[in-house]
Nanobody, 122 residues
Framework: QVQLVESGGGLVQAGGSLRLSCAASGSIFSINAMGWYRQAPGKPRELVATITSGGSTNYADSVKGRFTISRDKNTGNLQMSSLQPEDTAVYYC??????????????????WGQGTQVTVSS
């Protein structure tokens, strides 16, 4: 059983900063990639940023230069700066994790956090 628990959302004024964290726990053999997605009301879920196990990162054009994704062992972080009202959304953590099946690694699966609300006021 693998769980992702997010923290760090909230309300901030435009131009401010927030830091989101995503802690993975359970029968984890390896975390192959972690990422953040967001979904604003009435819009589809969109990619924000990803980081591979090797540290390679990828960002949506809309957040480049403002957001930084990082990972420390089983915790992924998203540092968000210069926040704008259009960044308002529910942010979801995603991880591609190979879990244990007993004492041996199983196959890779996608896991999602519960979502955390980020609201940026103008």
């Amino acid at each position: 059983q693998v769980q992702l628990v997010e923290s760090g959302g909230g309300l901030v004024q435009a131009g401010g900063s927030l830091r989101l964290s995503c802690a993975a726990s359970g029968s984890i053999f390896s975390i192959n990639a972690m990422g953040w997605y967001r979904q604003a009301p009435g819009k589809p879920r969109e990619l924000v940023a990803t980081i591979t196990s090797g540290g390679s990162t990828n960002y949506a054009d809309s957040v480049k230069g403002r957001f930084t994704i990082s990972r420390d062992k089983n915790t992924g972080n998203l540092q968000m700066s210069s926040l704008q009202p259009e960044d308002t959304a529910v942010y979801y953590c995603n991880a591609k994790i190979t879990s244990y099946d007993g004492l041996v690694p199983s196959y890779e699966s996608d896991y999602w956090g519960q979502g955390t609300q980020v609201t940026v006021s103008s």
